[in-house]
């Protein structure tokens, strides 16, 4: 099982919008809803900004959506701001092990 | 508030072992399973291993199979990571993670702590 894919590295302005995608297959994230973002600056612990495809937690801004299409789920940022700038992981935590990763993108705020 | 405490990392040669805890506290820790996920240097998160919340069942990657054991410590809110014969392919920082009790994500993670397989 290999990890989800994902673009190295996403870009774009204050104020504008980002999708952040992660590809799997028809078996993963195909079938199974339980793919969850989280959003690393260096130096600190990960934080979850979705979970189950489209869920918000609480505390999260809603600038953060999440969707999924086939076999490809997605993190939209809209209205970016400088904060934003970090690491994103996708993940999946499907009915067996292990929980996959995908490689991670590195958002840039211009 | 919930908080999760890593410790035990540190400098260790290849083939040796090392055991790393964590610390938790803000929650009933005997009612949620806890992960242990890590990053290499330069590279992207990698779950490593998960215990249940009543200690009954364990997975671990397939990089880690044979050679690390999870356990926890209930009377201590303590989960622990026994890693033997590392490799310098298991340099990382390591992650203490507290899944949620009914959704399949993770909520809170620990700062990490960091281990150098190296002669």
Request: charged share 15%; net charge neutral.
């Amino acid at each position: 099982q290999s990890a989800l894919t994902q673009p190295r590295s996403v870009s774009g302005s204050p104020g504008q919008s980002v999708t952040i995608s992660c590809t799997g297959t028809s078996s993963d994230v195909g079938t199974y809803d339980y793919v969850s973002w989280y959003q690393h600056h260096p130096g600190k612990a990960p934080k979850v900004m979705i979970y189950e495809i489209n869920q918000r937690p609480s505390g999260v801004p809603d600038r953060f959506s999440g969707s999924k299409s086939g076999n490809t789920a997605s993190l939209t940022i809209s209205g970016l701001q400088a904060e934003d700038e970090a690491d994103y992981y996708c993940c999946l935590y499907a009915d067996t092990f292990p929980v996959r990763f995908g490689g991670g993108t590195k958002l840039t705020v211009l | 508030q919930v908080h999760l405490v890593e410790s035990g990392g540190g400098v260790v040669q290849p083939g040796k072992s090392l055991r790393l805890s964590c610390t938790a506290s803000g929650f009933t820790f005997s009612n949620y399973g806890m992960h242990w996920v890590r990053q290499a240097p330069g590279k992207g998160l990698e779950w490593v291993a998960v215990i249940s919340y009543d200690g009954n069942y364990k997975y671990f990657a397939a990089s880690v199979q044979g050679r690390f054991t999870i356990s926890r410590d209930q009377s201590k809110n303590t989960v622990y990571l026994e890693m033997n014969s590392l490799r310098t392919d298991d340099t990382a920082f390591y992650y203490c993670v507290k899944q949620t009790a009914t959704n399949r994500f993770f909520d809170y993670w620990g700062q990490g702590t960091l281990v150098t397989v190296s002669s």
